[in-house]
C-alpha cells in the first residue's frame, strides 16, 4: 500500500509570486484535504476535496485554491504570496466511513516566502 | 467555531516516568485522533476514538475518550527517548469535512 507523497519538499519564493503543491493521495482513499502548520502551531484547514469538488473550506482567503483529480491526486495553487503564507504544508488522505474522519498525512512541503 | 486545547503546552521528564497529557473542548466531536509529529514530517496516526468512554491503548499508550466526547488524554507509561515528538489531538464531526486540531504537547525524554 502506497502512503501520502507529497512535492516538493521544499520551496522558497519570494513575495507576489505563484505557487504550486501536489499531493498524491493513499491508495484506496477518495478524499483529500489540506492543512496549513505554521512554526509552532497545530495544523490549520485550508479545504477539502471529495470527487473532485472541494468538500467544505476553512478560514482562508480565494488566493489559496485546489483541485482534485479523477486519480484522487491533489494539487494546492496559491497566488499572490505574502510573508505569512511560510509555513508547512500538508496533504491528509481518507476513506470516507460513516462517524470517522481517518486521515493519513503526507510528509509536507516547506514554504519559505521571503 | 470549534477549538481544541491541548495541555500542557511542552513536558520534559526523564526515561521510566509516567506522563499524561489532555485535550480539551467545550464542542463535541464524532472522532478524535491523536497524531505524533516529528520536526519537519508530517503527523502519525495513532488512534482514532469515536465511542463516549472508550479506551483503547497501543503499547505503552493509552488512549481515553471523555463521556461527552468533549475531552480525551493520552497516557503513557515508562516513557522511553523514542517517544520524544509533537503530540497533536485533531476533533471531527461526521460529514463535517474537516478536522480541528490543537497545538499540541511537545514531549522531550531525556535518557
Known amino acids: 500500500e502506497t502512503g501520502v507523497t507529497q512535492s516538493p519538499t521544499h520551496l522558497i519564493k519570494t513575495r507576489g509570486q505563484q505557487v504550486t503543491l501536489r499531493c498524491s493521495s493513499q491508495?484506496?482513499?477518495?478524499?483529500v484535504s489540506w492543512y496549513q502548520q505554521a512554526l509552532g502551531q497545530g495544523p490549520q484547514f485550508i479545504f477539502q476535496y471529495y470527487r473532485e469538488e472541494e468538500n467544505g473550506r476553512g478560514n482562508f482567503p480565494p488566493r489559496f485554491s485546489g483541485l482534485q483529480f479523477p486519480n484522487y491526486s491533489s494539487e494546492l495553487n496559491v497566488n499572490a504570496l505574502e510573508l505569512d503564507d511560510s509555513a508547512l504544508y500538508l496533504c491528509a488522505s481518507s476513506r470516507r466511513l460513516a462517524g470517522y474522519n481517518e486521515q493519513f498525512f503526507g510528509p509536507g512541503t516547506r514554504l519559505t516566502v521571503l | 467555531t470549534q477549538l481544541l486545547e491541548q495541555s500542557p503546552q511542552f513536558l520534559s521528564i526523564q526515561e521510566g516516568e509516567n506522563l499524561t497529557v489532555y485535550c480539551n473542548s467545550s464542542s463535541v466531536f464524532s472522532s478524535l485522533q491523536w497524531y505524533r509529529q516529528e520536526p519537519g514530517e508530517g503527523p502519525v496516526l495513532l488512534v482514532t476514538v469515536v465511542t463516549g468512554g472508550e479506551v483503547k491503548k497501543l503499547k505503552r499508550l493509552t488512549f481515553q475518550f471523555g463521556d461527552a466526547r468533549k475531552d480525551s488524554s493520552l497516557h503513557i507509561t515508562a516513557a522511553q527517548p523514542g517517544d520524544t515528538g509533537l503530540y497533536l489531538c485533531?476533533?471531527?464531526?461526521?460529514?463535517?469535512?474537516?478536522?480541528?486540531f490543537g497545538d499540541g504537547t511537545t514531549l522531550t525524554v531525556k535518557p
Open positions: 491508495s484506496g482513499h477518495n478524499t
Open positions: 485533531a476533533g471531527a464531526n461526521t460529514n463535517a469535512g474537516k478536522s480541528t
